[in-house]
């Protein structure tokens, strides 16, 4: 079937030989999303589980739990902790939560998975970025900058920078434990 060239019912002298053929992306997929400074921040594709947009009252609050935390979230059986990342990366402006949706990015390495609540996606949620350009960042906050691997400049002329931040460094982070 697939040698013959007659399968989808023309003769292979029909076919056009200006069909567009499907670039490669360069780089690795990944996911653009804001603090609610309105700092973006990205992390890859591969440590993402899922993306999802939660009403506040299905984030149950835990009592005594550390204040990074917002609560837990029943994701289709299994409950994970939703943690606020702006706060976490020490963010000044504080997370709204009286919305009608949080999102919520679940990021999972080996057993581990967590929520993390920010403020929104970008417009280019999904970006190929090539990782061969990150360069080391500059003018991080000092709360910040052992969970940034680097950052692509964007915008030389407005110093417009997407950090990439490194999930399983926030995964295994002392700071849950405060």
Request: net charge negative.
């Amino acid at each position: 079937m697939v040698g013959n060239t007659n399968f989808l019912g023309k003769n292979s002298e029909d076919i056009s030989p200006d069909i567009e053929k499907l670039e490669t992306p360069e780089g690795e997929l990944h996911l653009r999303f804001f603090l609610p400074s309105g700092i973006e921040l990205a992390l890859p594709a591969t440590g993402i589980r899922e993306v999802m947009n939660q009403p506040p009252e299905r984030i149950t609050p835990i009592p005594n739990a550390s204040p990074l935390l917002l609560g837990t979230l029943n994701l289709r059986g299994q409950v994970i902790w939703v943690a606020d990342l702006g706060q976490f990366l020490g963010d000044p402006v504080a997370l709204n939560t009286q919305r009608q949706d949080i999102p919520v990015i679940a990021v999972e390495e080996q057993d581990t998975l967590l929520g993390l609540a920010i403020d929104r996606i970008g417009e280019n949620a999904m970006d190929w970025l090539d990782s061969e350009q990150v360069q080391p960042a500059t003018n991080v906050p000092d709360s910040m900058a052992s969970f940034v691997i680097g950052e692509w400049v964007l915008n030389p002329k407005t110093n417009q920078t997407l950090r990439l931040l490194d999930q399983g460094k926030i995964l295994r982070s002392a700071r849950w434990a405060s």
